[in-house]
Structure formats: C-alpha cells, structure tokens
C-alpha cells in the first residue's frame, strides 16, 4: 500500500512539475492562442494582409515555401536594433538558398523606411497596425514583447516562436536545419 501511495505522489508532483513548466513557458509568450494549433497560427501569419512601407498591400503568403523569418519589431526596440544586422547578414548569406525574412514594424511608416535605410535592410518591411498586434497575440506573444520572431520552414510548420532578441549563432543553427 505505501509503495503504491508513493507512485501516485510521484505522479502528481510531475504533472505539478509539468503544468507549472507548461504555464511559465506560455506566460513567456510560448503559447498560442486558445483553441489554436500551430498550423492554425501558420495559416493566419501567411494570410496576414499588411502594407509595405510604399503603401502595398503584401502577404506573407507570397513567401509561402521559403524558410520563413517573420520578425515583429520596432525601430526604438534596442534589442531589435541589435539583432537587424544580423537577419541583414543572414539573408545575404541564405537567401538564394530560400530563406526570406520580413520584419512586421510596429511603429510609423517615415520612420521604418528612414531605419531601412540606415541598416541596409535588404528583406521585405511590412507595417504592422491593428490587426498585427492582433497576430502578435494569437501566435503566443500576449505580453507584447518586442522584438519577437517566427521560424516557418518550407511546408508552412512552425519551428520555432523567439521572444526577445535573438542571437547569431540560435538563430543561424535553426535556419542551417531547415535549408
């Protein structure tokens, strides 16, 4: 009998374990939305209409089939300031073979396009409004943290969901796999 207590108590504090775990990560931004499963989350970012910094009205759709690094971020973002020349680098390095970022701005289009200008962003700039920071939530960013990132491999599954700033040589390991 105690043999058999002691295995339901190591059970129960594991699923504790687990489910403290489970909702530390989603509060981190880990999660999704509810009632959602990632390619639920994957078709809603593919079929996101936002403008470009020109006025265009662009999808993420047309990328459909890339290894895809869709990147949330402001230009008074210092995390995000740090880790622009880096996804600059990357998409030079991979791009011909298939990989395409695009950065969701979430600030003003004179100022996105003046800080394109001056990091040389050499990827697709969409400005995020309304309806982005709506899809910022559903992909498991409730919080809002900026930057954020999305890693979509070519079938349209969703790797990987980056809170904060990312470095090099993470993000660099995750695309290699996927190329």
């Known amino acids: 009998m105690k043999a058999r207590a002691l295995a339901v108590l190591i059970v129960v504090a594991g699923a504790s374990a687990a489910a403290g775990v489970g909702y530390h990560l989603w509060s981190r931004g880990g999660g999704i939305g509810p ?39 402001a230009t008074w973002c210092a995390p995000c300031r740090e880790e622009i020349p880096v996804f600059v680098r990357l998409q030079e390095r991979y791009g011909s073979r298939g990989l395409q970022f695009v950065g969701i701005a979430i600030d003003q289009p004179d ?46 599954n969703l790797v990987s969901r980056e809170p904060g700033g990312l470095k090099e040589a993470r993000l660099e390991s995750l695309i290699q796999l996927l190329l």
């Open 35 to 73: 009632g959602m499963d990632t390619l639920e989350v994957v078709e809603r970012v593919l079929k996101a209409q936002l403008a470009d910094v020109k006025g265009a009205t662009r999808s993420l759709g047309e990328w459909r089939g890339s290894v895809l690094v869709v990147n949330y971020w």
């Open 111 to 156: 100022k996105v396009a003046e800080f394109a200008r001056e990091f040389h962003i050499n990827y697709p700039l969409l400005l995020g409004g309304v309806e982005a920071l709506e899809l910022l939530r559903q992909v498991g960013n409730r919080s809002g943290v900026l930057p954020y990132t999305l890693v979509i491999d070519r079938k349209g």
